[in-house]
T-cell receptor
């Protein structure tokens, strides 16, 4: 599976936008970019996914670079509840597996 | 909204004892998973299960581990003889399909403490 690189931690202020970057320079043409997050003491939770075009849902937006070697998860107005570890995960058609491979993610702290 | 549930939330056991962790996946889902997370470490895949068979397992999932879907709703992870290093959070997950766009829904986890 292609590797992703994320900053270890980021800080944001409440009600401000947050841009969480992810580098995936070895992404293949059929790899989808998924984001999950893990709130404190909880299981991981799906956030959003995309292939080439930018995507929006009720939780966040995903901006994908034109060359697909990087992407950014955007939380438009961070709340205290958004404090979590955010994982950028690639999922592709190349193998038979459907497991999720988690990295260390980005720990987002949200200040009131 | 449907959710994955897990019981117990916390299990304490003595080394060498057998434990069974229970999960109720989302009702129309067909694919089931177990992951674990040792304190302060990454979430690690253990096993995936479909159609009453293991479809994939990791190196961690050795002969001490087994999974079962004993009825139409439960999905269990059994550790036959627990070791200290099995202490971790264990997460069950389920998905409707196995495609690259299928979301996996995770339960809240069972904290296993082996003494």
């Amino acid at each position: 599976d292609a590797k992703t690189t994320q900053p270890n931690s980021m800080e944001s202020n409440e009600e401000e936008p947050v841009h969480l970057p992810c580098n995936h320079s070895t992404i293949s043409g059929t790899d989808y970019i998924h984001w999950y997050r893990q709130l404190p003491s909880q299981g991981p939770e799906y956030v959003i996914h995309g292939l080439t075009s930018n995507v929006n849902n009720r939780m966040a937006s995903l901006a994908i670079a034109e060359d697909r070697k990087s992407s950014t998860l955007i939380l438009h107005r961070a709340t205290l509840r958004d404090a979590a570890v955010y994982y950028c995960i690639l999922r592709g058609y190349g193998g038979a597996t459907n497991k999720l491979i988690f990295g260390t993610g980005t720990l987002l702290a949200v200040q009131p | 909204e449907p959710e994955v549930t897990q019981t117990p939330s916390h299990q304490v056991t003595q080394m060498g004892q057998e434990v069974i962790l229970r999960c109720v996946p989302i009702s129309n889902h067909l694919y089931f998973y177990w992951y674990r997370q040792i304190l302060g470490q990454k979430v690690e895949f253990l096993v995936s299960f479909y159609n009453n068979e293991i479809s994939e397992k990791s190196e961690i999932f050795d002969d001490q581990f087994s999974v079962e879907r004993p009825d139409g709703s439960n999905f269990t992870l059994k550790i036959r003889s627990t070791k200290l290093e099995d202490s971790a959070m264990y997460f069950c997950a389920s998905s409707e399909g196995q495609g690259v766009t299928d979301t996996q829904y995770f339960g809240p986890g069972t904290r296993l403490t082996v003494l």
